[in-house]
């Protein structure tokens, strides 16, 4: 089945810092959709993606949508304590369409 | 209803014994999903309905596991004679257009 590759695994970083995650896919994608998942709650939607090449920003997020459709990034400017989380890259494409996949998500921690 | 809604929120249950979970989607939403969350781990799919249409069962893990839904809307995830492998996070989530979903807070089981 289709396959996304989430990267980093995890990020400790200081507050106020910029942060970057990415997810690359095997296949082609049609959407991409950027999650958080905060500790004991379900993931919410951050920011989706429809075109390629597309750029969208959300507050100090922003996600492109990559011009080959197999790759996606999020940003995160000035980095505060309350991004702590999982974020998860998800993507419908191909003969998965319906259903989403997710890739394995990024842990991100921030010191204050 | 305005979200949802996954009951039971917690599940403690004894090896062997068979349990249900319940996801009641956004009022008018057409598509259902279940997915699976194992401590520390993506998303795993397991099983999606769209309309009246057959559901996709392609990510159930054995045959323990079904899920129907009634009426095109309230959800219920059976899993039979449960294992302690089963342990994890049984996420729901809803989509009207068959793009970002919307997940409930899901059902963390575990299996004593």
């Known amino acids: 089945g289709q396959q996304l590759n989430q990267s980093p695994q995890s990020m400790f970083i200081q507050e106020g810092e910029d942060v970057s995650m990415n997810c690359t896919s095997s296949?082609?994608?049609?959407?991409w959709l950027w999650y958080k998942q905060d500790p004991g709650e379900g993931p919410v939607l951050l920011i989706a993606l429809y075109k390629a090449g597309e750029l969208t920003s959300n507050g100090r997020l922003t996600a492109q949508f990559g011009i080959t459709r197999k790759d996606s990034f999020l940003n995160i400017s000035a980095s505060i304590p309350s991004d702590v989380g999982i974020y998860f890259c998800?993507?419908?494409?191909?003969?998965?369409?319906?259903?989403?996949?997710f890739g394995q998500g990024t842990i991100l921690t921030v010191h204050p | 209803g305005a979200g949802v809604s996954q009951s039971p929120s917690n599940k403690v249950t004894e090896k062997g014994k068979d349990v249900e979970l319940r996801c009641d989607p956004i009022?008018?939403?057409?598509?259902l999903y279940w997915y699976r969350q194992s401590l520390g781990q993506g998303l795993e799919f397991l099983i999606y309905?769209?309309?009246?249409?057959?559901?996709?069962k392609s990510g159930l893990p054995s045959d323990r596991f079904s899920a129907e839904r009634t009426g095109g809307s309230v959800s219920t995830l059976t899993i039979q004679r449960t294992q302690q492998e089963d342990s994890a996070v049984y996420l729901c989530?809803?989509?009207?257009?068959?793009?970002?979903?919307?997940f409930g807070s899901g059902t963390r089981l575990t299996v004593v």
């Open positions: 309905f769209q309309g009246n249409s057959a559901p996709d």
């Open positions: 998800a993507g419908f494409g191909g003969t998965s369409y319906g259903k989403l996949t």
């Open positions: 009022s008018g939403h057409t598509a």
């Open positions: 989530a809803s989509s009207g257009q068959g793009r970002g979903y919307t």
């Open positions: 296949s082609i994608f049609n959407t």
